[in-house]
């Protein structure tokens, strides 16, 4: 049984910055691929970015150069630096954790709310 806690949502200017982190109950969190995904009303789930084992990341275009995600394998924890942010940002923010090997993510966190205002 895995469990994700995430935190750091809120309420930001546009032009603002907010970090969301991601903790991990897996023991063996180091050897997980670990993601942010964001659903804003009437929109798919989509991938954020993503975080291998071995450092390797990946980012959706809307947020490269402004996002960097990052972890901490002693604290079992993925970040989310999230820098110029933009009214369409918006959204709520979950933290996935990826089975290892696999390219979609097995478990979910709970989601937090991430509003920009302009």
């Known amino acids: 049984q895995v469990q994700l806690v995430e935190s750091g949502g809120g309420l930001v200017q546009a032009g603002g910055s907010l970090r969301l982190s991601c903790a991990s109950s897996?023991?063996?969190?180091?050897?997980?691929?670990m993601g942010w995904y964001r659903q804003a009303p009437g929109n798919q789930r989509e991938l954020v970015a993503s975080i291998t084992s071995g450092g390797s990341t990946n980012y959706a275009d809307s947020v490269k150069g402004r996002f960097t995600i990052s972890r901490d394998n002693a604290k079992n924890t993925v970040y989310l630096q999230m820098n110029s942010l933009k009214p369409e940002d918006t959204a709520v923010y979950y933290c996935a954790q990826y089975a290892y090997g696999s390219s979609r993510p097995s478990y979910w966190g709970q989601g937090t709310q991430v509003t920009v205002s302009s």
């Open positions: 897996r023991i063996m969190f180091r050897v997980n691929t």
